[in-house]
């Protein structure tokens, strides 16, 4: 199995990697970790004239505390994400979320960036990204912009990026008191891409919920809020029958598509299940592991 | 003609120097341009794991690397583990319990158990469990692996072998 042949370019900076996308005019792909992109080159799914391996652009694969946001360059890699303690004590959902992006030799090489640019409909980062209300800052020809998780991701394997512009790192909202947090998903395997996976953010006040945002991913074509769910909880207490109301409201407006391995009638089924999971686990952890 | 690049690179501590088309993989690379056929490519899409090599001391899969990525790495691949000689304890490991019947995706097994047990030289078998789960065998159904790879790390242990020694 073999790729068709590619231009190969490795800049060492994101300026230098813009200038080369630029040139190409959308016939060039950025390489991140390859976990997504090497696959699709080796089927020949898809052909680019060019490729720009970002792998030593060493300023994009920085972990840092920016304030009140985590800043994750776009080359961190995910198990590098996975055990610091700085993302572990900003973001502890993202920590959480790691291990089911794929096995470990996967996320050796995977990246934060690359997944979230890939914007595969079943994997399970855009999911975190929307629910933390991240923000993604982008790099072109004339600066930077900054983007929202919610306006990011546009439809399968397609975002909000122009041709000419590059993901370059993402801001995640640090965590503060009180805040809960849950993954949970549905797959054949257990580091497979998810069939449904529903990620969750709770702000818990005297038990009542203050404020929560579930951004399920294998619904559509993108990471989808469930507003329906969300309303419903918000000024309530997290009782058991509030939690059994969010969970079957989560599927109002959703059209469930087939896929050869899962039908849409599974994916009803499925999604309230796990909303329902997932408000238990956040619902229960204590307040001081719910930080 | 597509222009080559020039590579430099260690594989199996020896430096080497080549010319390699972007699109090469490094799987090929190991297996056609060294000749170093113990790295076996099974999907060549980063599913079975059987091409799993150490890319600077982490394991990856060489389908899904280019060789030109590899300029300035240092590569390991299965024929380090036992360079001619005996076999190493988690081969021998393997051997003993059965934990391969064709071999064929035994290489990536062996090279995810030599990270493993770099990093946990006591693992529960839930952690073997989770740090081959890229792995896939259609021989053995799995159970005489965790086995090997416990029997190994317990064996390393009793060598005195610790976490910065060489599994």
Redesign the interface.
């Known amino acids: 199995m073999k790729p068709s042949r590619f231009e190969y370019f490795s800049p060492t900076s994101a300026t230098e990697a813009v200038e080369i996308l630029v040139k190409y005019q959308g016939a060039a792909r950025l390489l991140a970790g390859g976990q997504s992109l090497v696959p699709l080159l080796n089927f020949r799914v898809i052909t680019p004239a060019a490729l720009i391996d970002l792998n030593r652009c060493h300023s994009l694969d920085g972990i840092r505390r920016d304030g009140a946001s985590l800043v994750l360059g776009t080359m961190v890699r995910q198990s590098a994400a996975e055990t610091s303690e700085i993302v572990r004590t900003c973001c502890p959902l993202i920590t959480t979320a790691m291990p089911f992006l794929g096995p470990s030799t996967v996320r050796n090489r995977g990246t934060i960036g690359g997944s979230l640019a890939h914007a595969d409909r079943v994997a399970e980062l855009p999911a975190v990204a929307v629910a933390l209300g991240a923000i993604m800052v982008a790099e072109g020809p004339n600066g930077r912009r900054e983007i929202s998780a919610d306006e990011f991701f546009v439809g399968d394997l397609t975002t909000s990026l122009t041709a000419d512009e590059m993901l370059r790192e993402v801001r995640f909202p640090v965590c503060s008191e009180g805040q809960r947090f849950a993954f949970v998903e549905a797959t054949n395997r257990h580091h497979d891409l998810a069939l449904v996976g529903v990620a969750l953010k709770l702000v818990l006040k005297a038990s009542r919920c203050e404020y929560v945002a579930i951004a399920a991913v294998g619904i559509g074509p993108k990471p989808t809020r469930l507003l329906a769910s969300e309303r419903c909880l918000v000024g309530n207490k997290l009782d058991a029958a509030a939690v059994r109301t969010a969970a079957a409201l989560s599927i109002e407006g959703i059209e469930f598509e087939s896929e050869p391995h899962t039908p849409a009638g599974y994916r009803r089924h499925v999604l309230p299940t796990l909303v329902e999971r997932a408000l238990m686990e956040a619902g229960s952890s204590s307040e001081e592991s719910g930080r | 003609m597509?222009?080559r690049?020039k590579i430099e690179l260690t594989v199996n501590g020896k430096k080497l120097q080549r010319h390699v088309?972007?699109?090469l993989?490094l799987c090929d690379f190991l297996r056609y341009e060294l000749r170093l056929t113990g790295t076996h490519v099974g999907c060549?899409?980063?599913v079975c794991?059987a091409c799993?090599v150490l890319?600077n001391g982490?394991?990856?899969?060489s389908?899904?690397?280019?060789a030109?990525?590899a300029d300035g790495a240092v590569i390991e691949t299965v024929e380090s583990l036992a360079a001619r000689g005996p076999l190493s304890p988690i081969q021998r490991a393997f051997y003993e319990h059965h934990a391969l019947q064709c071999g064929f995706c035994t290489p990536g097994f062996l090279m995810?158990t030599r990270?493993l047990l770099t990093h946990h030289p006591d693992p529960s078998e839930e952690t073997v469990r989770?740090?081959l789960?890229?792995?896939i065998c259609r021989c053995t159904g799995y159970v005489n692996i965790v086995r090997a790879v416990r029997a190994a790390a317990r064996k390393l242990r009793e060598e005195g072998l610790g976490r910065d020694s060489e599994p």
């Open positions: 597509p222009q690049h088309e972007p699109r993989l060549a899409h980063g794991g799993t890319f982490s394991t990856a899969r389908c899904l690397t280019f030109v990525q995810s990270e989770m740090a789960r890229g792995h």
